[in-house]
């Protein structure tokens, strides 16, 4: 149960994290855009990095969902019997972690696309 709720607790915490990334760079972009020209390579420099961000949440995504399958094979491995429970835990803790993935990525293309001139 405890394990559940720190699961929940840092992907609101993830999720939070992004969102204000996210305000952060929309509000960098008006700030250069006031600016005028002589910002526009920190812009391109803002929407390298998200790029990155994005990319990182994809690789946090992979080792999140490698840690979840590698504990869930060796729970079945001890106690065969509960291996329903644990592929639906299993599966309930992918699905959060792909989703903070997809917000990631989401968050990082809009930056690049949608964010600053």
Do not use: H, W
Request: one cysteine or more.
């Amino acid at each position: 149960m405890m394990n559940r709720l720190l699961t929940v607790i840092l992907l609101l915490l993830a999720v939070g994290i992004t969102a204000q990334a996210a305000d952060a760079a929309a509000e960098a972009g008006a700030v250069a855009e006031a600016a005028g020209a002589g910002m526009a390579g920190l812009i391109y420099i803002g929407k390298g990095l998200a790029v990155v961000g994005a990319g990182l949440a994809a690789v946090g995504a992979g080792v999140g969902i490698g840690l979840v399958g590698g504990s869930a094979c060796e729970a079945v491995a001890r106690q065969p019997e509960a291996v329903g429970a644990i592929r639906q835990n299993m599966l309930v803790c992918a699905a959060m972690i792909e989703g903070v993935a997809l917000l990631g990525a989401v968050m990082g293309l809009l930056v690049l696309f949608v964010g600053g001139s």
